[in-house]
């Protein structure tokens, strides 16, 4: 299961981290992605990583502003967020995805696992 962490409220232009982690099987193998959100919107896919950590995807929405790790090591999956803003505000989810090698920007119609969500709030 995918373990995701992190969230929390912070005023715009703040940062936050969060957290991803996998418990038992390793996540050397998957590409791994973060999906957010937000009240009364669609699922938006934010980011995304190769399973090696030698490609990145960012939505248009976060590029700049958001950074996506990796530490196979420890089988953790990190999102580092800056300049947060308001329109930020949303449940984000950890998940994994199948058919490593492939385009980041596939990710979307590859993911095998999600974990449960984690609220970022962001205040105006």
């Known amino acids: 299961q995918l373990q995701a962490s992190g969230g929390g409220l912070v005023q715009a232009g703040g940062s936050l981290t969060l957290f991803c982690a996998r418990s038992?099987?390793?996540?050397?193998?998957?590409?791994m992605g973060w999906f957010r959100q937000a009240p009364g919107k669609e699922r938006e896919f934010v980011t995304g990583?190769?399973?090696?950590?030698?490609?990145?995807y960012y939505a248009d929405s976060v590029k700049g502003r958001f950074t996506i790790s990796r530490d196979n090591a420890k089988n953790t999956v990190n999102l580092q967020m800056f300049s947060l803003k308001p329109e930020d505000t949303a449940v984000y989810y950890c998940?994994?995805?199948?058919?490593?090698?492939?385009?980041?920007?596939?990710?979307?119609?590859?993911?095998?696992?999600w974990g449960q969500g984690t609220l970022v709030t962001v205040s105006s």
């Open positions: 038992g099987r390793t996540l050397n193998v998957y590409d």
């Open positions: 998940v994994a995805a199948r058919g490593s090698g492939q385009a980041l920007d596939t990710l979307p119609r590859r993911v095998q696992y």
């Open positions: 990583i190769s399973w090696n950590g030698g490609s990145t």
